[in-house]
């Protein structure tokens, strides 16, 4: 397209065409407004696409974000979105060596079997009451929580008020979450299950005073108000995919390859300037959205940038021409690979690879959970390789911040991927390299994404999932009314950093939206 296809004026251009880009543009199409979406990239979708990254394979992958829990139901319905969300069978599997057997935790199939695992791996039913009483107070929190997130923000005694549960709002606002993991549990395994939820995409200690690892734990366990985690079908993609649909149905425009460089704002209107393979081109708009990083925010506006945001984790795709069979024969691997297959996650085990990281070394042992898409989703792969048997696996590694990959980032990667692809191999009944298929040039199926490798394909600052630190869900000084306003009145920030930001979820992207129509209705009554 030419630099001259944007030309005119809009009442709102959205910067990025990333999943939360897309749900501002469908809410504010929808309401009458005029809607002009910029994207860099050749497609929408941001980190929530799906792809076949490996050659002459019929592998759909979610390459990069690949479970949905935050998306509030909210949304799908009111934008008419054909999404559909499969819940997981299994919801982990955590292999262990007890007394030299292999041995292991799978939480899923009923409560009964869930009980009787407990008792097989620690001997009593005591960490599976704790477990019961534990998650039956994080669900409490959810019930009340993940309604607001898409209400304007409450103030912190607002939703003290909400939770109504002292003892909870204790455990996870205000002290330590490894507090109340250890009070509730004595197995060091069973601790370390559930203090991931706290680490995943964030580079924390379980008693980090600072409380991000509870930031972390409370947006991954109030999702939908349950906490569960579900498979989209069809892929991530699906997801973007009917939400580009969407808005354009509702009379969005969508411009890929276009890259906004500049944003000029005076409170009242605004002027965005882009660039495109052809050259430089400018769009007028009464209100910006800038569905990007705080730091991208910061540069299209002039101002001083944040403080440089981290990611910490460890991306891998894979396609296996069959599931690996586990040294823990008791265990089917069609159902420990179907929810989240714990690695090296055991509690005193992250607590060592946190250390080890923070003094700027790998982990000797890095931590890491795995998940099989294609056992509860079939449809990501084409008939030929669900006939052979293939199956997907997506790994996410943590505590690896992007400082480690600083110096070079190819052989740390490669370093990395080795030693953690070794802490799977030790629980395997064969090696995972094995079970590998190849693409059609005979390269074994399998690649991997470091901070900084996310950093230069999709923008993210240093790498981070969630654009910068989580927030809490809660108004404190200079988040606005939405979690949305910027110092500029008409130019809002509706990505995930965010207030309430974070994973795939289109909060951001509707509050944006209900800022700008709350403030046009004021102006235009």
């Not at 939360?20 to 009458?32: F, I, P």
């Not at 052989?411 to 990395?416: K, T």
């Not at 394909?457 to 240093?462: A, K, Q, S, T």
Request: charged share 25%.
């Amino acid at each position: 397209m030419s630099a001259h296809d944007a030309q005119g004026s809009y009442d709102v251009v959205i910067v990025g065409g990333g999943h939360n880009g897309l749900v501002a543009a469908t809410y504010l199409a929808r309401a009458g407004r005029s809607v002009l979406v910029l994207e860099r990239l050749d497609r929408t979708g941001g980190a929530a696409v799906s792809t076949r990254p490996f050659a002459g394979t019929d592998a759909r992958l979610s390459r990069y974000s690949y479970l949905v829990s935050l998306l509030p139901p909210k949304i799908v319905q009111e934008l008419g979105l054909d999404v559909r969300l499969r819940t997981r069978t299994v919801s982990s599997y955590t292999p262990a060596v007890r007394d030299g057997r292999h041995t292991g935790l799978l939480v899923g199939g009923g409560p009964e079997r869930t009980r009787e695992a407990f008792a097989r791996l620690t001997g009593s039913d005591r960490e599976w009451r704790a477990w019961q009483r534990f998650y039956a107070m994080t669900g409490r929190v959810a019930r009340r929580v993940f309604p607001t997130l898409t209400e304007p923000l409450p103030g912190r005694a607002e939703l003290r008020r909400r939770v109504d549960d002292e003892e909870a709002w204790r455990m996870l606002f205000e002290e330590p979450v490894g507090v109340a993991v250890e009070d509730f549990f004595a197995d060091d395994l069973v601790r370390g299950v559930v203090l991931t939820d706290a680490l995943i995409g964030t580079f924390a200690d379980a008693h980090d005073p600072a409380l991000p690892q509870n930031r972390c734990f409370l947006y991954h366990v109030i999702g939908g108000g349950t906490g569960d985690w579900d498979v989209p079908v069809g892929g991530m993609g699906a997801l973007t995919d009917a939400l580009a649909d969407a808005a354009r149905a509702a009379g969005a425009r969508l411009l890929t390859g276009h890259e906004a460089v500049r944003v000029d704002a005076d409170g009242l209107s605004a002027e965005v300037t882009y660039r495109t393979a052809d050259g430089e081109g400018t769009v007028g708009a009464r209100h910006v959205l800038v569905n990007a990083s705080p730091q991208v925010l910061a540069e299209l506006t002039g101002q001083e940038p944040p403080e440089p945001a981290e990611g910490a984790q460890l991306k891998v795709n894979m396609l296996l021409s069959r599931l690996p069979r586990l040294r823990d024969t008791s265990v089917d691997p069609r159902e420990a690979f179907a929810g989240t297959f714990h690695i090296a996650e055991g509690y005193r085990a992250l607590a060592a690879a946190h250390a080890q990281a923070a003094a700027g070394d790998l982990p000797a042992a890095p931590p890491s959970e795995i998940y099989c898409h294609s056992l509860t989703d079939p449809t990501i792969l084409g008939p030929e390789l669900i006939e052979r048997g293939c199956h997907t696996l997506t790994l996410f590694g943590l505590h690896t911040p992007a400082r480690l990959f600083a110096r070079d980032n190819d052989a740390v990667r490669e370093e990395l991927l080795k030693a953690t692809l070794a802490q799977l191999d030790a629980h395997l009944a064969e090696p995972l390299a094995d079970c590998l298929a190849t693409d059609a040039e005979g390269r074994p199926c399998i690649e991997a994404k470091t901070p900084l490798d996310l950093e230069r394909d999709l923008g993210l600052p240093g790498g981070n999932i969630f654009h910068r630190a989580l927030s809490w869900p809660y108004a404190q000084e200079g988040t606005g009314r939405w979690g949305v306003e910027t110092r500029h009145a008409n130019v809002l920030l509706c990505g995930a950093g965010a207030v309430r930001g974070g994973g795939v979820s289109g909060v951001p992207g509707h509050n944006a939206a209900m800022a700008v129509l709350e403030g046009t209705r004021r102006q235009d009554g």
